[in-house]
Each structure stands twice: as structure tokens, then as C-alpha cells.
């Protein structure tokens, strides 16, 4: 069972944001610091200004940053916006070709636990999961001169106290 | 989001054994009615066996039966035990390249949503997504000789009363 990696590129990029509110944040920038394709990226922000989650300021010293506080945003609410395909098995879709589709009971029941699964989700918001040492981490006042992406976040990683297991 | 079409097919199988307990069903015959590849569902039915939900005897007249009662059988655990990949998103995995690993609170989210969804999978089991009118549909007294699948199916499901929607 997956969550799509376009929803998965979109927590990232809601995350990093919520870290670094005091200023914008370029597609360059998120490209660079998470490893993603710039393309791929782009797909996922415009998603996101179009769903209301984020806002986007073209030009010159543009960027992207959150559309409203991060208390605001609930997890659950981004995953069904950005979430594509919520078909948990073949039958959720139109063009079924299961034998049981007409009177399946099964599809309740999926359809049920996809609904607790989210609304689970619905219970943190952005800045439950934004909470110190991940928005040290995640927190850059220089984004004009980033070191490289991973052995910066490797060598901030390292000086931070980590959780056992 | 997904369930793996493994699951989704070892689900239809123990739905077809609950329907069918009077007597052993082969491969060929679940093959047939679902329109689903033999050597496909002879993986499924094999890990099936192994986990304990069906019982297999091989030889002229063999074929598969459910191990315990439907009853007895819970959705969740069959999710749990079929489900190959349980990792929501990449960071669940071994070989994560995300820059919020070490540190990423939304990781328990997301695991303790995937409980909520687990869990509620856990209250229902096979006997409930099998009572009528889904057991008779799915009910055939002479395997021997069926009837084409999609062709039955519809015959079938065409006598049945319609739920509204």
C-alpha cells in the first residue's frame, strides 16, 4: 500500500515551507535541498496554489509560502486534495471487471477503513509535524548560497540528538 | 493509494472459498469466473495456504477450501499478511533519500493512520462481506461445467435486487 510519490513530493514541499516562513521559498531551492526533479516539483507546486495550500509569486525574488498558518493545514486535507488515484483496489474505479462489483460488500468495508485512515490524518496539522528539531533541520536563512543538498542535511542530522531505534 | 492487485485477488479468492464451502474449488475455476491469469492466482493461492487461510490438496479432485471458518477470518489480518509493501511513502523503506529522515514526525503520522486503517479492517471479516445476496451470487453448485463468467455473472446479478445508487 502506497501513497503516490506526487502527494509524498507535496508533504515535503508544505514541510520545508512551514520551516522557513520568514521568507519565500524558490521551486530551485526545494529541487535542490530534497533531490527531486525540478519538473516534477513544479507539478506538484502548482497543485498545491491551485488546492489553496500554497501561495506563488511570480518574478524576479518570487517564490512560493504558505497560503495560511500551518496550525491551519491538516495533513488528512492534503492527502485527499493532492491524493490522484483513492481506488484502494480495482473496484473503487468506473470500469470494474470484478465478478463481485454489483453487490460487493467488501467495498464498504475498504471504503470505510480509507476513511479512518484519513481522518487520522486529519488530526495533525502541519505544525504537529513541523514541531523542533525538524524545523531546525529544515530551517535555512541563506537560500542564495545552499551548500549541497544531502551533506548539508547529513552534517545537520549528525549534530543533532537523535532518537534511539 | 493502493492495495497491491495481490491483495486485491487474495481477497476475492477467500470471497469465492466463503461462498462456495461445500465443496473444494480449483484454480481453474476461480481463474474462470474472475477472468483473472491461473498462474497469477496460483501465487495468491499459494501464499494463501502458507498464511494459513486456505487449505490446498493436491491431486484429481483437489483443490482449495478455506482453513478455518469465515468467521474466523478477518479482512485485516488477510491485508496485513497479503500486502507486500506496507511502506506509505519512500522514508518507510530501507534505502530513503529524504532529507527529513532522521527526524520526520510525519512518518508517525502516517503509521499510526495506516493502524487506524488496519484496525478497522480488523472488525470486519470474511463471513460479513459474504452474506446474501453476495453469497448466492457468488454461489455455483456444479463447477464441472460453468457457465461462461462475465455471462453468468450478469444472468445472475440481473435476478438480484439492485441496491439504489
Not at 3 to 11: F, G, R, S
Amino acid at each position: 500500500m502506497h501513497i503516490t510519490q506526487h502527494t509524498d513530493y507535496a508533504l515535503r514541499v508544505l514541510i520545508y515551507l512551514a520551516a522557513n516562513t520568514d521568507r519565500l521559498v524558490t521551486i530551485a531551492e526545494v529541487s535542490q535541498r530534497f533531490d527531486i526533479s525540478r519538473s516534477h516539483l513544479m507539478k506538484v507546486a502548482n497543485q498545491l496554489v491551485r488546492e489553496g495550500f500554497v501561495e506563488g509569486l511570480r518574478g524576479k525574488g518570487g517564490g512560493l509560502r504558505l497560503a495560511r498558518p500551518a496550525e491551519q493545514i491538516a495533513i488528512g486535507a492534503v492527502v485527499r486534495r493532492m491524493e490522484r488515484g483513492m481506488e484502494l483496489v480495482e473496484c473503487f474505479g468506473h470500469d470494474s471487471n470484478c465478478l463481485l462489483t454489483s453487490n460487493c460488500k467488501l467495498k464498504g468495508v475498504l471504503a470505510t477503513a480509507l476513511e479512518a485512515f484519513l481522518q487520522s490524518l486529519d488530526r495533525a496539522s502541519l505544525a504537529d509535524v513541523i514541531e523542533a528539531p525538524q524545523k531546525k533541520l529544515l530551517y535555512f536563512a541563506k537560500p542564495d548560497a545552499p551548500p549541497p543538498a544531502r551533506k548539508a542535511a547529513r552534517a545537520r542530522a549528525a549534530k543533532m540528538p537523535q532518537s534511539a531505534g
